[in-house]
């Protein structure tokens, strides 16, 4: 067993610290004060590399491995959460689009992912349908011989406020799973309208509501074939939610670093505060929770890259590395007593960013259940 990061994976590591450092930290706090990243941002993440992680060097992406995908985003995520969902969100929808189009179709859709001129959102929550997403009653019409009308409302769409494309999942048969399927749609259109929401964090990120009014979808634009959106493009999913896992342990790992050093340098009653055990043992607690579950997200992604059934690793990373970030969050942020609670330092915000991804992309709950039904089997769990 080498838990060493290859010398390519370390390289890619300090290269995606320095860039984010410089261009992609210091509007962190101000692009959540506005609402919105600043403008240039997503082509900036294209340039460096991090839009087309896993895309293939043909089609002008890096053609790195998901061990690498995950390592770029734990960096980004140090600098700032939300600039990770346009990355994160590539990293995905690529790896499906790659995964289940055909020649044709990889050609057209992923130069213009890795290059940044599409930017992509995951349309799949409605109203009404979150966890019980095989029940999503968006409609797909057939349009003659020409493809797709979509109608309906997608909610709680990341990036809804500035996607170009999204992989849409809508209803074309019978209820149940096996009625859903998957297209990969221009957003940018006068058939869908936009109302982005105000949220408790993830500011910057633009999650929006999108409601589809008989948007056009060419036939070839359907992902994998009518009725395989649900059973087939869904496997894709594990993937992310380790890369989630990643995002949130950057980002609460960022927070824990600054309340060491804070430990290190604030002195009361004559000595440094490290030195109280009451206030050095929690930090030392989650960091060891933290570190746990950047254990479990990269072991999901070595076994994906390795062709592995990874399920079971992203599901417990995803449940827990949310969690375990926001509370790591949290008392870092108790760790610099009054200097932690103004707005002068990133700490609150980053915990409100993380805390979003306890819901985003499955709950505790449904990958809990996901874990249970690997562990139990299907007739002895919830
Ligand atoms: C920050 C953020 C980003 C998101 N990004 C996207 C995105 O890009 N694209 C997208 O399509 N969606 C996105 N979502 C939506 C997200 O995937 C859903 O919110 C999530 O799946 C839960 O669905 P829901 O909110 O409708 O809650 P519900 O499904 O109504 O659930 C409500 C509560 O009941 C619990 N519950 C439901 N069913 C069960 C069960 N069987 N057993 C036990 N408990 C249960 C849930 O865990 C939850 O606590 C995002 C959400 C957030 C907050």
Not at 8 to 27: G, K, W, Y
Not at 221 to 242: C, E, H, I
Request: glycine share 10%.
């Amino acid at each position: 067993m080498n838990f060493d990061l290859t010398p390519e994976q370390e390289e890619l590591r300090a290269r995606i610290r320095a860039f984010a450092a410089t261009h992609v930290a210091p509007d962190y706090q101000a692009a959540d004060a506005r609402g919105a990243p600043r403008p240039g941002l997503y082509a900036d993440l294209a340039g460096a590399g991090l839009l087309g992680l896993r895309i293939a060097t043909g089609y002008g992406g890096l053609g790195r491995d998901a061990v690498s995908t995950g390592v770029a985003l734990e960096e980004l995520a140090r600098a700032d959460f939300n600039a990770c969902y346009p990355a994160l969100n590539a990293a995905l929808i690529a790896d499906v689009l790659a995964a289940n189009g055909d020649q044709a179709q990889r050609d057209r859709w992923l130069s213009p992912i890795a290059d940044g001129s599409a930017i992509v959102a995951l349309c799949l929550t409605e109203p009404d349908h979150g966890t019980d997403a095989a029940a999503v009653e968006m409609r797909a019409e057939p349009d003659g011989d020409k493809g797709w009308r979509l109608s309906g409302v997608k909610s709680s769409i990341m990036l809804g406020g500035y996607a170009t494309h999204g992989l849409v999942f809508a209803r074309t048969g019978a209820a149940g799973p096996h009625g859903i399927t998957a297209f990969y749609a221009r957003l940018d259109d006068a058939h869908v309208a936009r109302r982005t929401t105000t949220d408790v964090g993830n500011r910057s990120a633009g999650r929006a509501e999108l409601t589809f009014d008989a948007l056009p979808v060419d036939a070839d634009d359907v992902v994998a074939g009518p009725g395989l959106g649900f059973v087939q493009v869904m496997r894709g999913f594990d993937y992310s939610r380790a890369l989630i896992s990643l995002i949130c342990v950057g980002a609460a790992s960022a927070s824990l670093d600054e309340a060491f050093d804070h430990a290190r340098e604030r002195h009361a009653f004559g000595q440094p505060i490290g030195r109280f055990q009451g206030l050095s043992f929690p930090l030392v607690e989650h960091a060891t929770y933290l570190h746990a579950a950047r254990l479990l997200a990269y072991e999901a992604l070595w076994r994906k890259d390795a062709g592995q059934d990874h399920r079971l690793a992203a599901n417990m990373a995803k449940w827990w590395a949310p969690r375990a970030a926001f509370e790591a969050a949290h008392q870092a942020l108790l760790t610099f007593g009054q200097h932690g609670w103004g707005d002068e330092s990133p700490l609150g915000q980053r915990m409100r960013d993380v805390m979003g991804l306890e819901i985003g992309d499955g709950t505790a709950q449904v990958t809990k259940l996901v874990v249970a039904r690997l562990l139990l089997g299907r007739d002895s769990a919830p």
